[in-house]
């Protein structure tokens, strides 16, 4: 079997893209990505695929939390909660049941709602 290197390439992409390499805090939970990022290339199994996996899940928790652009996650986040304002804060009048309500009550000679 010819070793590969997809995961060691990925990982030093990542690294090298988010800055994390700068980071001296974070240096062991960049060398345990490493190594296992190396075991997964030689074919880890089912626990190391386990633990690469809460070390990329580490490695984004601490990319998300830094200072500076927000994560994919993030904007995400902020364009759901924007939308759900934009929905709660609607006018009554602007629902077209309210507003077929309120012209059926005017119709039938009832109060105005609103």
């Known amino acids: 079997m010819v070793a590969t290197r997809r995961h060691r390439n990925a990982v030093t992409r990542m690294?090298?893209?988010s800055g994390l390499l700068k980071v001296p805090e974070e240096a062991p939970l960049i060398e345990l990505?490493?190594?296992l990022a190396a075991e997964m290339d030689a074919g880890?199994?089912?626990r190391t695929r386990a633990d690469y996996l809460s070390a990329?899940?580490?490695v984004r928790r601490v990319l998300?939390?830094?200072p500076g652009t927000p994560g994919a996650s993030e904007v995400e986040k902020a364009e759901?909660?924007?939308a759900a304002a934009k929905e709660s804060s609607a006018a009554p009048d602007d629902?077209?049941?309210v507003a077929d309500f309120a012209r059926f009550k005017r119709a039938k000679g009832g109060a105005a709602v609103g």
Do not use: M, V
Request: charged share 40%; no cysteine.
């Open 64 to 66: 998300a939390a830094a």
């Open 33 to 35: 990505l490493k190594d």
């Open 15 to 17: 690294l090298r893209a």
């Open 44 to 46: 880890g199994g089912a």
């Open 56 to 58: 990329l899940k580490d």
């Open 80 to 82: 759901k909660a924007t």
């Open 95 to 97: 629902d077209p049941e």
